[in-house]
């Protein structure tokens, strides 16, 4: 029946949390019945953020009454980790952070700095990423660990030449983000706007807290660079991979054959603008190849708040119910 | 039966038109199913409009070819005044350009320097701003003239001090607009992004071509100047209305009152940004009292090419056809 | 001698203290000796700005010990009544803050919720608009309190009209700032990049705190309504003054010879983008009537953080030092 | 004498040669005499150009009427081809467009589509990046080639590493430059401000016309790819060199060896926004190693009008002249 399955948002006033109650407010089969916040419990929703009509109010979380069908966690690092194993078996979770991404504990370690405590989730968590990973076993797990924004966009790019045995040597990600990235919070001058407006600049230019997730499933390394653009959503991955005598009609074949039958993978002939997909689940792709140094060059882009973040989970979520994949899911960008 | 109306939009790959098509893409009872354009017919509009997930095909406007329950005219000004009798009767007709907004048709030609040929539309034309106007009479008639972007958030803002004989003397509204509201056009250095980018400025200060369109329903002089904001969505507008003796708290009551019932119209509690409103159809009123100078001043947003344009002409189509009036059309905002 | 006069600036690592900074590296007869910063000193001023190239050490500020011509404070409320009567005497005093703005100390408190300590300066203040106060005040006061940025733009714009006896009615002023006019502070998420791109927004829609400086010269109430431009620089008034019957060419020659011959004013034919004036200490001016409501409009653009602050504190500071008043102030935007 | 050398801007509403006229208003030894356009003959430059306050009046270019010390030539390609020659003997020419950057005139016919008509001018034409080659060639040189702008902060970052034999393989060059580099030409809806706002796309993906200039001094194929920041102005290069077995310390050593004395190049120690150099004559550089993939990384910014075109122009001018290099040009930046 439409909108019968129950959703808990836990952090539903940060940009995250948010964009999933926007999203599911025109999903047919999913209502928000839940809104967690852990500074703002007690007011409504809609005061916290007024771009949103709902009627919803905020409150505190506690995992033993949150009676829904799947959980949805928007916080920071560690509380997945400390909460999904109360979760899991009572409703379908999907964690947006890093928790339960990095397989290997001890790569997990080194890059966010805490130690990892392994719940027991009586099953594998799975890495959502539809596109690229098994979907039955998306849709048999207890816990979907949703991709960073980041490798979103560069595994989409670089998996079909990786897969097909074309890439060579490291891969050069350099890669773009609008500020929403950062989050809604003001501890740094960093992401005042008067910083940054108007302006443009590399930032962890060796050893972003993503590039261990690239690696992990390109099985190699990668030498990655995010940048932040002066605008709230987008983000843009321009993947250098070199892979020696090609074309670029064989390059656009391969990927086209790729991501033939995916609802929000887009192959175009033309370069993409952030701006196309904003809004909307899809993730544009173009191929080119440049014959003087032998590099295939992929660009792709997606909203980083729709198919890096919250659009994707929704995506996860339809294929744990056993909905069709793009149901509710925008696939139009806002523009201009 | 879902989808089962067919939709032309005439003028599609302008930004009014394929908003149109992209708002449509999640309406329950509308397809579109002609797509025309005169400089880009055979083309896919989806090259046209790269954000477009549509399949449709651009094709030239025949009127006579034209088989669909709804056409919505997104042209220049004179286009409807030409076309619009060989199609009602057939359908059911809304036009975004200013042909059929004002009553006078010597207004209507010093305004827009161009005779009004006054066409046999078997009918009375209608101001299509539903707030404010007998939904009764836009259910029947034969041709809706969309009204303009700054009118519809003007008018919102100031009648319910006018219907309620508060205002006196003349209306000062100080509107703000984002580029969009210019069309899709090479016309002009003027709207270049480096020409605009990080800048503000007023234009048109006195004799803007919707000053007569807000005096039409205000019923009186109005002193109005628009100005543009760097950003390509969103409008505002800050209404300074004299109303002597008065206070916050009964300002507020009259607009909760007056808009009590309006899907689309919310009275807020703090001062609005275009943001908050932006992709949606809904248009936020702030009210304050002026205790020092008896003024009361009122400020609305709305998405220009939404409760602007294309969603408002949506709302439109939804009273002609018999349909809930806010079917398939977006109350949440896209924020960040 | 050039060069000759030593500077302090008190706050050097705020928007207004590093543009004081950076404008007086090309002054060719004062330089910036001591640079103060209450919560970096013993940083590198250029660690702190990183657009600056200046080999200055941030220090504490010791008053005592502070041996230069000019010092500009740039503090927040209460710090120049707390400091100034130790600085008077010793040295030329230029406040940015409203600590000496308001002549009614009632209002002051009223206003800015503080009480008024009035220290004995040995002589009485000035406010600092050269263009409408008596120049030889400036000179010869011992502390100038600089403008703020909406009673600079708003003042230039309407003291004409009112001066000549034309202004009737209550002045209705609707101003737009970029958001530097916010400071450079973590204190409030309201400043984040990502909730202001895009948006555009009233604020303090009645009650601003420069209304009643604006009244203090303009001699009568003033319908004041401030707003935030997604935009870093730039402030533009637009000001609706009814004066009854009179034509666009009167008003225009008005404010010709009103400001003949200032080097920094300067009335245009046509309406004035906040842009053209960046970085520059111009006022660009233009003026228009409306005939059927018997407005004057003028609309006045400036950059807030130069002739709305930091240039015009240099502006004051030449006029002290009896330097012809544009020495060394750029007239020139930056555009694009 | 102060200001005694008489300049000759041809095209000088045009974003470049305006920044020229612009910034030579505050050169002491400098004086534009003459300001060309092609369209706009005629008319004030300050009605062309409403954000410079000078008083000169455009005028059609006659190349036998120049009579002044300095020529900058700011227009399309072919434009210096066909006068230059009538130019050199008479004054210093300073060619802002690539006519004369290749050397290799099948390149340069390959790359530009257009015969090079190689025309005599009494001495061989010099790159003019002041940094990169010999400053006594480009004092002596008859006309100087200005660099693009790409090609300026492209070089600056990976020459050191170059000239070090450190560059193993193809560098990957990922640059992103403001919308200003695009000129001020309404041929495009491309450009226009809703098109671009609050997007960020590459473009040219392979084969721009600045790389063949890139690697004319590289002397080896460099990968390279340009993005459009919504943003008008600053251009930021990150440029990937696998050097093997390395460090970060070892690698900003080399630069700030390399750029020690340089007035206009500063190594930094986090990385750069674009922002920060606004305005400016300045190269910031930001340098980093990836001990994963043996990668250098360095990150420049340049403000694309000012060191990557009038700024540049201006140091070469200054060389020719026999002036201190860094006459009359900002180091500053303008913030926010």
Same mark, same amino acid.
């Given at each position: 029946?439409?909108?019968?399955?129950?959703?808990?948002?836990?952090?539903?006033?940060?940009?995250?949390?948010?964009?999933?109650v926007?999203?599911?407010s025109?999903?047919?089969?999913?209502?928000?019945?839940?809104?967690?916040?852990?500074?703002s419990?007690?007011?409504?929703?809609?005061?916290?953020?007024?771009?949103?009509?709902?009627?919803?109010?905020?409150t505190?979380?506690?995992?033993e009454?949150?009676?829904?069908?799947?959980?949805?966690?928007?916080?920071?690092? #560690?509380?997945?980790?400390?909460?999904?194993?109360?979760?899991?078996?009572?409703?379908?979770v999907i964690?947006?952070?890093?928790?339960?991404?990095?397989?290997?504990?001890?790569?997990?370690?080194?890059?966010?700095?805490?130690?990892?405590?392994?719940?027991?989730?009586?099953?594998?968590?799975?890495?959502?990423?539809?596109?690229?990973?098994?979907?039955?076993?998306?849709?048999?797990?207890?816990?979907?660990?949703?991709p #960073?924004?980041?490798?979103?966009?560069?595994?989409?790019?670089?998996?079909?030449?990786?897969?097909?045995?074309?890439?060579?040597?490291?891969p050069?990600?350099?890669?773009?983000?609008?500020?929403?990235?950062?989050g809604?919070?003001?501890?740094?001058?960093?992401?005042?706007?008067?910083?940054?407006s108007?302006?443009?600049?590399?930032?962890?230019?060796?050893?972003?807290?993503?590039?261990?997730?690239?690696?992990?499933?390109?099985?190699?390394?990668?030498?990655?660079?995010?940048?932040?653009?002066?605008?709230?959503? #987008?983000?843009?991955?321009?993947?250098?991979?070199?892979?020696?005598?090609?074309?670029?009609?064989?390059?656009?074949?391969?990927?086209?054959?790729s991501?033939?039958?995916?609802?929000?993978?887009?192959?175009?002939?033309?370069?993409?603008?952030?701006?196309?997909?904003?809004?909307?689940?899809?993730?544009?792709?173009?191929?080119?190849?440049?014959?003087?140094?032998?590099?295939?060059?992929?660009?792709?882009?997606?909203?980083?708040?729709?198919?890096?973040?919250?659009?994707?989970?929704?995506?996860n979520?339809?294929?744990?119910?056993?909905?069709?994949?793009?149901?509710?899911?925008?696939?139009?960008?806002?523009?201009?």
């Open positions: 029946m439409a909108g019968s399955y129950r959703v808990a948002v836990v952090g539903a006033s940060g940009y995250g949390g948010a964009e999933i926007r999203l599911l025109s999903h047919p089969c999913a209502t928000v019945t839940v809104a967690t916040s852990g500074r419990a007690g007011r409504a929703l809609r005061d916290e953020c007024p771009w949103l009509s709902t009627d919803l109010t905020l505190a979380f506690e995992p009454k949150v009676d829904v069908d799947v959980v949805f966690l928007c916080q920071e690092a #560690g509380f997945a980790m400390e909460h999904a194993a109360n979760l899991v078996g009572h409703a379908k964690d947006l952070s890093a928790d339960f991404r990095l397989k290997d504990h001890g790569v997990f370690e080194r890059t966010y700095g805490r130690p990892h405590t392994n719940p027991d989730l009586g099953g594998e968590p799975e890495y959502g990423l539809p596109e690229l990973v098994d979907r039955e076993r998306i849709a048999a797990s207890p816990l979907i660990a949703n #960073g924004c980041y490798p979103t966009a560069t595994l989409l790019a670089i998996m079909p030449l990786i897969r097909a045995g074309l890439a060579q040597g490291t050069v990600v350099d890669a773009k983000s609008g500020v929403s990235g950062a809604r919070s003001k501890k740094e001058t960093d992401y005042l706007f008067s910083e940054l108007g302006g443009f600049k590399p930032y962890a230019v060796t050893g972003h807290r993503h590039n261990p997730e690239i690696e992990q499933l390109a099985g190699r390394p990668v030498r990655f660079t995010p940048h932040l653009i002066p605008a709230a959503r #987008g983000l843009e991955a321009t993947c250098h991979v070199q892979v020696g005598d090609s074309s670029r009609d064989a390059l656009r074949e391969l990927f086209r054959e991501y033939r039958s995916e609802p929000f993978v887009s192959v175009r002939d033309t370069p993409p603008s952030t701006k196309q997909v904003l809004g909307s689940n899809r993730c544009d792709i173009f191929v080119d190849y440049d014959a003087r140094t032998g590099f295939a060059v992929v660009c792709s882009v997606i909203d980083n708040l729709v198919k890096g973040a919250a659009g994707q989970a929704i995506q979520m339809n294929l744990m119910l056993g909905l069709p994949e793009d149901t509710g899911l925008p696939k139009d960008g806002i523009w201009p």
